[in-house]
């Protein structure tokens, strides 16, 4: 508890103590003239535009956190302080308060959008690959049904106004011949999208393929990957994932939702000055993006706050709940005005059970956790290895030749299979379905009472035995269950969009209906058993195999994502089903520690640590008893740490130093004999300063002093005039000394957001720890390669 206190004091002294980052500005020749004098540095108003560039970030680096804020915090200090003198302030001052929820406002409705007409796309696409509407072919398959008098509550997807390919070419809709047709049409239709998909990725947008968390989680831990959340990735993932998802491949559009809402967030921060020029706050919109992402992937509002919460950021202040909870509000809202899916509902698989779970049935749906706690874990070693047998080999090479075969395959395996044919949703939503009385689905291929008394109540039906549609359905079921297995595991990290979720709830919905039926025909033949006697008398709704695949739905993503509270809230968001709450909670926890006992990474962790990005996994504890100075650079034999002096080194020094090295920064000390730490210069900003300096500055050339104190040195009369720099140093780096415990610092590292860290002895300079630093001693903690940890 004390350091959690002394780490949030640490917190915001710090931040306070920061505000001498922007100080340097020489946009206009006075103040460059100012500079070049050696009276006290005169401080710049931190709202006037600093040195285009400095403060800003390079690719692939990490941002600041603690200036980031600092930052920030002087720029609401002045617009408070301003607000008091004028009008004209004070309405610029509730313009600047109000921006934020403006802009969740606006992201909110923009992704909502996008959202409803990717799902609108997506249904119709999916049916194009079956047949045509002839009354107009942007009906779907479900649309163009609707208006025909002719259907019957049997075959109420059969209407004339709907062809089959093998109706319009061959004219005929039965036979071997209209089989074959069918078929070809299917593969050549998911070919084609497939084709279009990886193509469009290829040449306009590669950051668009993939689920996109694993990098927005970087991303918002403060990593900067130039592009990604750009608006030609916002376009092409948009377009690219309605064709993905239309080919058939077994992969959802949940997580490439998440994706397609942060770029909205980050295309759309650009229209407000606090966002677009300070990271930090950019990150906190972001992180209310991806709780809008899943609130319009799931029709799920308050399990996308959760899960962005849980899941997703790292940083996430009670404003940006209270934002997130808004910016969900309003993209759900605008989902509903749009109703793709016709029925008024925000999702596709509504369900509503009629008969109430027993404390019995808490067994099977144990059973169903320890299920997908052994799925999620398989699923990640083996995609893992399949994703890096395609970066260490050739497979890489073909992206377009790989998604082919594999659309070519899944076509292939699918269309023989109804319940592997149909979409991921439609699936999940026909696994769900409870049956009634009328229902013509394979599922529901019960044998039917002989007397009505044996209907219970409330229109739902007494428990009955399986009939021969039900067998068949059952086999059929068993074979997409491996085929789904199978499929997507090599699917899931192609370079088309691809999302988790669809597919991971696919697998457990199959398997949960599996044995929801076992279970039914089990206590159906069975009543006098102790286990179901008293609850399931002869008669009585008493199993409800939807509702196990529902359990088995949560499982199986609870074990591939290792998500809890927020998968527990969408999954009974999804479904309305509030009473069966501990079903999902008793399941969810089970397949956590089952996976968890195999290993502590989800999937999105896992292909992080893949890809080699700097991401501190804040769930990950340090249990290494080492210290700082084992973990610093420079270590025993290395040439000794590049630093600048306060005052005795030259502009043309400082250009060969920063030339020769390719450090992110530099500490600044008093001198090479006594190795006092002054402060702290990123390389970027040092190089813009002298650039500009060189520019726009007269007398300064190489041999001109370069000056970090208030005072310049006494210099001859003929040298040139000093380059002072002292506003672009950071005057409070951080720093631990030699024997600071190294789970102390990860912590600091953590909880700061920090990027590097000085190590001092007795006040003088050691070494250095960047974040890169700890990964790879974290790395080779764990056995693994300290290499594979890419970028900075």
């Given at each position: 508890?004390?350091?959690?206190?002394?780490?949030?004091q640490?917190?915001?002294?710090?931040?306070?103590a920061?505000?001498?980052?922007?100080?340097?500005?020489?946009?206009?020749?006075?103040?460059?003239?100012?500079?070049?004098?050696?009276?006290?540095?005169?401080?710049?108003?931190?709202?006037?535009?600093?040195?285009?560039?400095v403060?800003?970030?390079?690719?692939?680096n990490?941002?600041?956190?603690?200036?980031?804020?600092?930052?920030?915090?002087?720029?609401?200090?002045?617009?408070?302080?301003?607000?008091?003198?004028?009008?004209?302030?004070?309405?610029?001052?509730?313009?600047?308060?109000?921006?934020?929820?403006?802009?969740?406002?606006?992201?909110?409705?923009?992704?909502?959008?996008?959202?409803?007409?990717?799902?609108?796309?997506?249904?119709?696409?999916t049916?194009?690959?079956?047949?045509?509407?002839?009354?107009?072919?942007?009906?779907?398959?479900?649309?163009?049904?609707?208006?025909s008098?002719?259907?019957?509550?049997?075959?109420?997807?059969?209407?004339?106004?709907?062809?089959?390919?093998?109706?319009?070419?061959?004219?005929?809709?039965?036979?071997?011949?209209?089989?074959?047709?069918?078929?070809?049409?299917?593969?050549?239709?998911?070919?084609l999208?497939?084709?279009?998909?990886?193509?469009?990725?290829?040449?306009?947008?590669?950051?668009?393929?993939?689920?996109?968390?694993?990098?927005?989680k970087?991303?918002?831990?403060?990593?900067?990957?130039?592009?990604?959340?750009?608006?030609?990735?916002?376009?092409?993932?948009?377009?690219?994932?309605?064709?993905?998802?239309?080919?058939?491949l077994?992969?959802?559009?949940?997580?490439?939702?998440?994706?397609?809402?942060?770029?909205?967030?980050?295309?759309?921060?650009?229209l407000?000055?606090?966002?677009?020029?300070?990271?930090?706050k950019?990150?906190?919109?972001?992180?209310?993006?991806?709780?809008?992402?899943?609130?319009?992937?799931?029709?799920?509002?308050i399990?996308?706050?959760?899960?962005?919460?849980?899941?997703?950021?790292?940083?996430?202040?009670?404003?940006?709940?209270?934002?997130?909870?808004?910016?969900?509000?309003?993209?759900?809202?605008?989902?509903?005005?749009?109703?793709?899916?016709?029925?008024?509902?925000?999702?596709l698989?509504?369900?509503?059970?009629?008969?109430?779970w027993?404390?019995?049935?808490?067994?099977?749906?144990?059973?169903?956790?320890?299920?997908?706690?052994?799925?999620?874990?398989?699923?990640?070693?083996?995609?893992?290895?399949?994703?890096?047998?395609?970066?260490t080999?050739?497979?890489?090479?073909?992206?377009?030749?790989?998604?082919?075969?594999?659309?070519?395959?899944?076509?292939?395996?699918?269309?023989?299979?109804?319940y592997?044919?149909?979409?991921?949703?439609?699936?999940?939503?026909?696994?769900?379905?409870?049956?009634?009385?009328?229902?013509?689905?394979?599922?529901?291929?019960?044998?039917?009472?002989?007397?009505?008394?044996?209907?219970?109540?409330?229109?739902?039906?007494?428990?009955r035995?399986?009939?021969?549609?039900?067998?068949?359905?059952?086999?059929?079921?068993?074979?997409a269950?491996?085929?789904?297995?199978?499929?997507?595991?090599?699917?899931?990290?192609?370079?088309?969009?691809?999302?988790?979720?669809?597919?991971?709830?696919?697998?457990?919905?199959?398997?949960?209906?599996?044995?929801?039926?076992g279970?039914?025909?089990?206590?159906?033949?069975?009543?006098?058993?102790?286990?179901?006697?008293?609850?399931?008398?002869?008669?009585?709704?008493?199993?409800?195999?939807?509702?196990?695949?529902?359990?088995?739905?949560?499982?199986?993503?609870?074990?591939?994502?290792?998500?809890?509270?927020?998968?527990?809230?969408?999954?009974?968001?999804?479904?309305?089903g509030?009473?069966?709450?501990?079903?999902?909670?008793?399941?969810?926890?089970?397949?956590?520690?089952?996976?968890?006992?195999?290993?502590?990474?989800?999937?999105?962790?896992?292909?992080?640590?893949?890809?080699?990005?700097?991401?501190?996994?804040?769930?990950?504890?340090?249990?290494h008893?080492?210290?700082?100075?084992?973990?610093?650079?420079?270590?025993?034999?290395?040439?000794?740490?590049?630093v600048?002096?306060?005052?005795?080194?030259?502009?043309?020094?400082?250009?060969?130093?920063?030339?020769?090295?390719?450090?992110?920064?530099?500490?600044?000390?008093?001198?090479?004999?006594?190795?006092?730490?002054?402060?702290?210069?990123?390389?970027?900003?040092?190089?813009?300063?002298?650039?500009?300096a060189?520019?726009?500055?007269?007398?300064?050339?190489?041999?001109?002093?370069?000056v970090?104190?208030?005072?310049?040195?006494?210099?001859?009369?003929?040298?040139?005039?000093?380059?002072?720099?002292?506003?672009?140093?950071?005057?409070?780096?951080?720093?631990?000394?030699?024997?600071?415990?190294m789970?102390?610092?990860?912590?600091?590292?953590?909880?700061?957001?920090?990027?590097?860290?000085?190590?001092?002895?007795?006040?003088?300079?050691?070494?250095?720890i960047?974040k890169?630093?700890?990964?790879?001693?974290?790395a080779?903690?764990?056995?693994?390669?300290?290499?594979?940890?890419?970028?900075?």
């Amino acid at each position: 508890m004390g350091w959690e206190f002394w780490s949030k004091q640490m917190d915001e002294e710090e931040l306070v103590a920061d505000g001498g980052y922007d100080e340097y500005s020489a946009g206009s020749s006075s103040r460059a003239a100012g500079m070049n004098g050696c009276g006290p540095t005169k401080l710049v108003d931190p709202l006037e535009d600093p040195l285009p560039g400095v403060g800003t970030y390079e690719d692939f680096n990490t941002i600041d956190w603690v200036r980031e804020k600092s930052k920030d915090r002087d720029r609401h200090r002045e617009i408070t302080n301003k607000s008091r003198e004028s009008t004209v302030a004070l309405l610029h001052s509730v313009s600047d308060a109000f921006s934020g929820w403006l802009l969740m406002l606006l992201v909110g409705l923009m992704a909502g959008a996008l959202a409803g007409g990717i799902d609108i796309a997506a249904h119709w696409m999916t049916d194009l690959k079956e047949g045509v509407c002839l009354i107009g072919f942007w009906f779907n398959h479900e649309h163009c049904c609707w208006t025909s008098n002719e259907t019957t509550f049997q075959e109420r997807d059969r209407c004339p106004q709907w062809k089959s390919w093998a109706e319009l070419i061959a004219g005929t809709a039965q036979g071997p011949f209209a089989y074959i047709v069918n078929y070809l049409m299917y593969i050549f239709w998911a070919l084609l999208f497939s084709f279009l998909a990886v193509t469009l990725v290829r040449a306009f947008a590669p950051y668009a393929c993939g689920s996109g968390i694993p990098e927005i989680k970087t991303i918002l831990s403060g990593f900067i990957i130039r592009g990604y959340l750009g608006k030609w990735t916002l376009i092409i993932k948009t377009i690219t994932l309605v064709l993905a998802v239309s080919s058939g491949l077994s992969l959802g559009k949940e997580g490439p939702l998440v994706h397609v809402a942060c770029c909205c967030a980050n295309i759309l921060c650009h229209l407000f000055t606090k966002y677009r020029k300070n990271e930090a706050k950019r990150r906190e919109v972001l992180s209310a993006a991806a709780a809008v992402g899943v609130s319009v992937a799931f029709g799920a509002p308050i399990g996308g706050v959760l899960f962005s919460l849980e899941e997703v950021s790292y940083y996430f202040p009670l404003k940006t709940l209270w934002r997130s909870f808004f910016a969900a509000l309003v993209a759900a809202f605008t989902l509903r005005s749009i109703n793709p899916f016709g029925n008024s509902r925000l999702v596709l698989f509504y369900v509503e059970f009629h008969a109430p779970w027993h404390l019995v049935e808490l067994a099977p749906f144990i059973l169903l956790g320890i299920f997908g706690g052994l799925w999620g874990t398989l699923f990640i070693k083996a995609n893992i290895a399949w994703c890096r047998t395609r970066k260490t080999t050739r497979l890489g090479h073909y992206p377009v030749i790989e998604v082919l075969l594999v659309t070519a395959v899944t076509a292939l395996l699918a269309f023989p299979n109804s319940y592997t044919r149909m979409s991921g949703a439609e699936l999940i939503s026909e696994l769900f379905n409870d049956c009634s009385l009328l229902d013509s689905s394979q599922l529901c291929g019960y044998k039917q009472p002989v007397n009505t008394s044996e209907t219970g109540v409330d229109n739902s039906l007494a428990d009955r035995p399986a009939g021969a549609g039900l067998y068949t359905a059952l086999w059929q079921l068993a074979l997409a269950l491996i085929f789904k297995i199978l499929i997507t595991v090599i699917t899931f990290g192609m370079k088309v969009p691809s999302g988790l979720f669809i597919p991971s709830m696919a697998v457990g919905a199959i398997a949960g209906r599996l044995l929801g039926v076992g279970v039914e025909q089990l206590a159906y033949y069975n009543h006098d058993w102790l286990i179901f006697r008293g609850w399931c008398s002869p008669g009585a709704d008493c199993i409800t195999p939807g509702l196990y695949a529902m359990v088995g739905a949560a499982a199986c993503l609870g074990g591939v994502t290792r998500m809890t509270v927020s998968l527990v809230v969408i999954m009974f968001e999804l479904t309305g089903g509030l009473e069966y709450i501990v079903p999902l909670m008793a399941a969810t926890m089970t397949s956590k520690w089952v996976a968890d006992a195999f290993g502590r990474e989800g999937i999105y962790e896992a292909h992080i640590r893949l890809n080699g990005y700097p991401f501190l996994e804040p769930k990950e504890e340090f249990e290494h008893s080492s210290l700082a100075v084992d973990v610093m650079r420079p270590r025993r034999g290395d040439p000794a740490l590049a630093v600048l002096t306060q005052d005795s080194m030259t502009v043309g020094e400082v250009e060969t130093l920063v030339e020769s090295t390719h450090f992110s920064g530099f500490p600044v000390v008093i001198s090479q004999e006594s190795q006092r730490l002054v402060g702290f210069v990123l390389r970027r900003d040092l190089l813009i300063s002298i650039d500009n300096a060189r520019k726009r500055q007269d007398g300064i050339v190489s041999a001109s002093l370069v000056v970090f104190t208030e005072h310049c040195p006494a210099q001859p009369p003929e040298a040139p005039p000093p380059l002072r720099l002292r506003g672009i140093m950071d005057l409070s780096p951080f720093t631990v000394t030699d024997h600071t415990p190294m789970d102390i610092t990860v912590d600091i590292f953590r909880k700061l957001g920090l990027r590097q860290c000085l190590v001092t002895h007795n006040g003088r300079l050691l070494g250095i720890i960047t974040k890169k630093d700890i990964l790879k001693h974290m790395a080779q903690i764990s056995n693994r390669d300290p290499d594979s940890i890419l970028f900075n």
